[in-house]
Protein backbone atom coordinates (compact mmCIF):
# COMPACT_ATOMS: atom_id res chain seq x y z
CA UNK A 1 0.00 0.00 0.00
CA UNK A 2 1.30 3.47 -0.50
CA UNK A 3 2.14 5.98 1.83
CA UNK A 4 -0.53 8.59 0.31
CA UNK A 5 -3.35 5.95 1.01
CA UNK A 6 -2.11 5.19 4.30
CA UNK A 7 -1.78 8.72 5.02
CA UNK A 8 -5.40 9.23 4.19
CA UNK A 9 -6.49 5.72 6.55
CA UNK A 10 -8.50 6.61 10.19
CA UNK A 11 -6.12 6.25 13.47
CA UNK A 12 -8.51 3.42 13.64
CA UNK A 13 -7.91 1.71 10.61
CA UNK A 14 -3.70 2.26 10.70
CA UNK A 15 -3.63 0.59 14.40
CA UNK A 16 -5.34 -2.32 12.57
CA UNK A 17 -3.74 -2.54 10.04
CA UNK A 18 -0.09 -1.77 12.13
CA UNK A 19 -1.02 -4.71 14.60
CA UNK A 20 -1.95 -7.20 10.88
CA UNK A 21 1.96 -6.29 9.86
CA UNK A 22 3.07 -7.04 13.24
CA UNK A 23 1.29 -10.84 13.23
CA UNK A 24 2.74 -11.07 10.08
CA UNK A 25 5.78 -10.27 10.96
CA UNK A 26 5.79 -12.51 14.11
CA UNK A 27 4.86 -15.46 12.13
CA UNK A 28 7.55 -14.85 9.62
CA UNK A 29 10.52 -14.66 11.93
CA UNK A 30 9.01 -18.06 13.53
CA UNK A 31 9.37 -19.68 9.89
CA UNK A 32 12.32 -18.57 9.19
CA UNK A 33 13.92 -19.89 12.62
CA UNK A 34 12.61 -23.01 11.43
CA UNK A 35 14.23 -22.59 8.25
CA UNK A 36 10.70 -22.63 6.68
CA UNK A 37 10.48 -19.32 5.07
CA UNK A 38 10.81 -19.28 0.86
CA UNK A 39 11.05 -15.70 0.97
CA UNK A 40 13.41 -14.19 3.50
CA UNK A 41 13.36 -10.62 1.94
CA UNK A 42 9.87 -10.16 3.01
CA UNK A 43 10.90 -10.15 6.43
CA UNK A 44 12.45 -6.49 5.38
CA UNK A 45 9.78 -5.15 3.44
CA UNK A 46 7.60 -5.83 6.59
CA UNK A 47 9.89 -4.31 8.98
CA UNK A 48 9.46 -1.27 6.78
CA UNK A 49 5.74 -1.62 5.85
CA UNK A 50 5.34 -1.28 10.14
CA UNK A 51 8.05 1.70 10.20
CA UNK A 52 6.31 3.68 7.35
CA UNK A 53 2.37 2.77 10.08
CA UNK A 54 4.13 3.78 12.97
CA UNK A 55 5.50 7.16 11.64
CA UNK A 56 2.03 8.06 10.01
CA UNK A 57 0.57 6.99 13.63
CA UNK A 58 2.97 9.41 15.60
CA UNK A 59 2.13 12.11 13.13
CA UNK A 60 -1.53 11.63 13.69
CA UNK A 61 -2.31 14.11 16.40
CA UNK A 62 0.46 16.51 14.73
CA UNK A 63 -1.68 16.21 11.80
CA UNK A 64 -5.35 16.63 13.56
CA UNK A 65 -4.06 19.71 15.60
CA UNK A 66 -2.98 21.92 12.40
CA UNK A 67 -5.54 20.90 10.63
CA UNK A 68 -7.54 22.14 13.88
CA UNK A 69 -6.13 25.52 13.49
CA UNK A 70 -6.34 25.96 10.41
CA UNK A 71 -10.15 25.63 9.90
CA UNK A 72 -10.02 28.00 13.58
CA UNK A 73 -8.28 30.67 11.52
CA UNK A 74 -9.59 30.22 8.06
CA UNK A 75 -12.71 31.12 8.88
CA UNK A 76 -14.10 34.73 8.76
CA UNK A 77 -13.57 35.51 12.20
CA UNK A 78 -10.71 33.55 13.86
CA UNK A 79 -12.10 30.68 16.54
CA UNK A 80 -9.68 31.56 19.40
CA UNK A 81 -11.07 29.11 21.32
CA UNK A 82 -11.21 26.11 18.90
CA UNK A 83 -7.13 27.53 18.92
CA UNK A 84 -7.01 27.48 22.75
CA UNK A 85 -8.41 23.37 22.83
CA UNK A 86 -6.12 22.60 20.29
CA UNK A 87 -2.96 24.39 22.37
CA UNK A 88 -3.85 22.78 25.72
CA UNK A 89 -3.30 19.42 24.42
CA UNK A 90 -0.03 19.81 23.71
CA UNK A 91 2.37 18.84 26.15
CA UNK A 92 5.83 19.57 25.24
CA UNK A 93 7.99 21.12 22.82
CA UNK A 94 8.29 18.52 20.57
CA UNK A 95 5.24 17.80 20.28
CA UNK A 96 4.61 21.60 19.16
CA UNK A 97 7.39 20.93 16.28
CA UNK A 98 5.66 18.43 15.00
CA UNK A 99 2.52 20.17 14.30
CA UNK A 100 4.30 22.86 13.48
CA UNK A 101 5.81 20.69 10.73
CA UNK A 102 2.23 19.32 10.04
CA UNK A 103 0.79 22.67 9.49
CA UNK A 104 3.71 23.30 7.01
CA UNK A 105 3.01 20.30 5.37
CA UNK A 106 -0.13 20.48 5.14
CA UNK A 107 -1.17 23.69 4.19
CA UNK A 108 1.69 25.51 2.78
CA UNK A 109 -0.06 27.90 0.71
CA UNK A 110 -1.80 29.47 3.90
CA UNK A 111 0.49 31.93 5.69
CA UNK A 112 3.15 30.12 4.11
CA UNK A 113 2.55 27.29 5.87
CA UNK A 114 4.56 29.36 9.06
CA UNK A 115 2.32 28.08 12.05
CA UNK A 116 3.42 30.91 14.23
CA UNK A 117 2.93 33.27 11.49
CA UNK A 118 -0.56 32.37 10.99
CA UNK A 119 -1.29 32.95 14.79
CA UNK A 120 0.61 35.99 15.06
CA UNK A 121 -1.82 37.78 12.01
CA UNK A 122 -4.79 36.11 12.89
CA UNK A 123 -5.12 36.61 17.07
CA UNK A 124 -4.57 40.15 18.80
CA UNK A 125 -1.45 40.58 20.55
CA UNK A 126 -3.87 39.87 23.61
CA UNK A 127 -5.03 36.99 22.11
CA UNK A 128 -1.27 35.85 21.45
CA UNK A 129 -0.41 35.99 24.93
CA UNK A 130 -3.72 34.85 26.53
CA UNK A 131 -4.58 31.96 23.69
CA UNK A 132 -1.29 30.97 22.82
CA UNK A 133 1.98 31.59 24.75
CA UNK A 134 1.05 31.60 28.61
CA UNK A 135 -0.48 28.59 27.99
CA UNK A 136 2.57 26.62 26.38
CA UNK A 137 4.62 28.02 28.99
CA UNK A 138 2.94 26.61 31.81
CA UNK A 139 3.91 23.40 30.01
CA UNK A 140 7.52 24.16 30.20
CA UNK A 141 7.13 25.06 25.95
CA UNK A 142 8.87 28.03 25.04
CA UNK A 143 8.35 29.82 21.31
CA UNK A 144 9.25 33.53 21.85
CA UNK A 145 13.16 33.56 22.36
CA UNK A 146 12.58 36.56 23.73
CA UNK A 147 15.03 38.04 26.69
CA UNK A 148 12.88 38.33 30.14
CA UNK A 149 13.12 42.54 29.52
CA UNK A 150 12.08 42.60 26.39
CA UNK A 151 9.59 40.47 26.68
CA UNK A 152 8.28 42.03 29.59
CA UNK A 153 8.73 45.28 27.86
CA UNK A 154 6.46 43.99 25.17
CA UNK A 155 3.37 42.29 27.08
CA UNK A 156 3.20 45.96 28.96
CA UNK A 157 3.28 46.98 25.21
CA UNK A 158 0.55 44.75 23.96
CA UNK A 159 -1.48 45.07 27.59
CA UNK A 160 -2.01 48.93 27.12
CA UNK A 161 -2.46 49.15 23.26
CA UNK A 162 -5.58 49.00 21.75
CA UNK A 163 -9.49 49.20 23.51
CA UNK A 164 -9.25 48.11 27.01
CA UNK A 165 -5.98 47.34 28.96
CA UNK A 166 -5.45 44.27 30.26
CA UNK A 167 -4.15 44.64 34.03
CA UNK A 168 -3.94 41.18 34.65
CA UNK A 169 -1.18 41.09 31.84
CA UNK A 170 0.26 44.26 33.24
CA UNK A 171 0.80 42.35 36.42
CA UNK A 172 2.17 39.66 35.10
CA UNK A 173 4.86 41.23 33.54
CA UNK A 174 6.01 42.95 36.57
CA UNK A 175 5.91 39.73 38.38
CA UNK A 176 8.77 38.78 35.70
CA UNK A 177 11.04 41.46 37.05
CA UNK A 178 12.84 40.34 39.84
CA UNK A 179 16.04 42.84 40.76
CA UNK A 180 16.55 46.86 40.02
CA UNK A 181 18.37 46.00 36.82
CA UNK A 182 15.37 44.05 35.44
CA UNK A 183 13.29 46.86 36.18
CA UNK A 184 15.76 49.78 34.83
CA UNK A 185 16.60 47.19 31.71
CA UNK A 186 12.60 46.82 31.15
CA UNK A 187 12.21 50.76 30.89
CA UNK A 188 14.73 51.00 28.26
CA UNK A 189 13.45 48.00 26.40
CA UNK A 190 10.25 49.69 26.51
CA UNK A 191 11.21 52.97 24.67
CA UNK A 192 13.86 50.85 22.40
CA UNK A 193 11.07 48.53 21.65
CA UNK A 194 7.89 50.79 21.31
CA UNK A 195 9.35 54.39 20.85
CA UNK A 196 6.46 55.54 18.98
CA UNK A 197 3.46 54.62 21.57
CA UNK A 198 3.54 57.31 24.58
CA UNK A 199 6.90 58.57 23.03
CA UNK A 200 8.66 55.30 24.10
CA UNK A 201 7.95 56.56 28.14
CA UNK A 202 7.18 53.37 30.36
CA UNK A 203 5.29 55.36 33.64
CA UNK A 204 3.83 57.60 30.97
CA UNK A 205 2.11 54.46 29.24
CA UNK A 206 1.01 53.03 33.08
CA UNK A 207 0.19 56.44 34.38
CA UNK A 208 -1.75 56.99 31.23
CA UNK A 209 -3.56 53.29 31.16
CA UNK A 210 -4.31 52.60 34.83
CA UNK A 211 -5.67 54.61 37.70
CA UNK A 212 -4.26 55.48 40.81
CA UNK A 213 -5.38 52.02 42.76
CA UNK A 214 -4.64 49.99 39.75
CA UNK A 215 -1.37 51.08 39.90
CA UNK A 216 -1.03 50.62 43.11
CA UNK A 217 -2.95 46.73 42.56
CA UNK A 218 -0.90 45.99 39.29
CA UNK A 219 2.52 47.38 39.15
CA UNK A 220 3.58 48.47 42.99
CA UNK A 221 2.65 45.97 44.68
CA UNK A 222 3.94 42.90 41.89
CA UNK A 223 7.53 45.00 42.41
CA UNK A 224 7.00 45.46 45.99
CA UNK A 225 7.19 41.48 46.68
CA UNK A 226 10.15 41.04 44.49
CA UNK A 227 12.00 44.08 46.39
CA UNK A 228 11.78 46.55 43.81
CA UNK A 229 10.31 49.75 44.78
CA UNK A 230 9.66 52.81 42.70
CA UNK A 231 8.53 56.55 42.33
CA UNK A 232 7.25 58.15 39.52
CA UNK A 233 8.62 61.04 37.75
CA UNK A 234 6.93 63.66 35.84
CA UNK A 235 5.66 62.26 32.61
CA UNK A 236 7.95 64.29 30.88
CA UNK A 237 10.76 62.44 32.11
CA UNK A 238 11.01 59.10 30.51
CA UNK A 239 13.10 57.46 33.32
CA UNK A 240 11.97 55.64 36.52
CA UNK A 241 14.20 56.04 39.78
CA UNK A 242 14.41 52.53 41.22
CA UNK A 243 15.48 51.67 44.79
CA UNK A 244 15.35 48.29 46.12
Known sequence: ???????????????????????????????????KLEKPHRIRQLRKDIARVETLLNSKPADLAANQIFTACKSTSTNEQAITEVVSQIKSLEEWNHVREAFRARHSDFHEGDLIQCLKLELSPKEKWKVLIDPLRERGIEILGLSKVDEAADRIFTACEGVGTDEEGIRRAMRMLESRWDWMATV?????????????????????????????????EPLRANGIEIQEKPAEQTEATVSE
Do not use: I
Open 1 to 35: MKTEELREMPEVELQARNRELRADLFHMNLHNSLD
Open 188 to 220: RAFRQRHGDFNDGDLMKCLDQELSAAEMTEYVV
